[in-house]
């Protein structure tokens, strides 16, 4: 039976550590996830079988505010299976070559004047996809939700006036 | 009298893809080339707001195995 698990998710800064309290303007933040396909999801459609098939995936980076519980951002990509069974993607730039390439939790929208905000939930999921002829299609039930991981921002404006009603 | 720099069906599912921002300065963009046409000025609220909106960054992916 085909299966997509995603193992862990974790959000990683420029120093390549998985952290959870994050500067908004300086420091980067990367979502990443961590995933493990079955043997026959990678088969499927190979190649060798069909050329028109390609075996592949959609991943989804989800931002959720806790303040809100609502997902307030949601990143789709898609790819076919590149790298073996177990592998790992993210997004967002920690690696520079400088500071100003870095995707901050601010260039991830998170910069908010809310108060009682400040903190975010990261989920991933992913599931099977192929293409077919140009189109995609699911041709299986795998697929994979995270746990969310929470993480915050070091510094936010306590002092702004309050929107919405407390 | 210039021509517009029209956006693409391409640059509008790309800035509909990158979010309400990326869709919001598209719009801007052409509101003010509509003005420059008609020989009117920029809206000053629009222009403050481009000028405070930083540009949509991209979010690059990366991917590898693990052994």
């Known amino acids: 039976m ?63 505010d806790a303040l809100t519980n609502d997902v307030i951002l949601n990143e789709v990509w898609e790819s076919g299976f590149l790298w073996g069974r177990s592998f790992w993607i993210s997004m967002g730039n920690n690696w520079g070559p400088t500071q100003n390439d870095y995707t901050t939790p601010e260039r991830w929208g998170l910069a908010t004047n809310k108060r009682g905000s400040g903190i975010f939930g990261f989920r991933g999921i992913i599931r099977q996809l192929q293409e077919l002829e140009a189109t995609f299609v699911v041709t299986s ?19 702004s006036p309050a929107v919405g009603t407390f | 009298m210039s021509v517009p720099d029209l956006p693409t069906r391409e640059d509008i599912l790309i800035a509909v893809q990158h979010g309400p921002e990326a869709v919001i300065a598209l719009v ?26 930083k540009p949509f960054h991209e979010k690059p992916i990366r991917a590898g195995s693990v052994p």
């Open chain 1, 2 to 64: 085909p299966t997509l698990t995603i193992q862990r998710v974790e959000t990683v800064n420029q120093y390549g550590e998985n952290v959870v309290l994050f500067d908004p303007h300086n420091d980067a933040l990367s979502l990443k996830m961590f995933v493990l396909a079955s043997d026959d999801l990678l088969i499927t459609g190979s190649e060798e079988e069909n050329e028109s098939v390609s075996a592949g995936f959609q991943a989804v980076f989800q931002i959720i």
């Open chain 1, 141 to 159: 039930d795998a697929f994979g939700i995270s746990d969310i991981r929470w993480f915050g921002l070091d510094t936010f404006p306590f002092d």
């Open chain 2, 28 to 53: 801007d963009r052409l509101v003010n080339q509509i003005r420059e046409l008609q020989g009117r000025p920029q809206d000053q609220t629009q222009a403050n707001a481009q000028s405070r909106r």
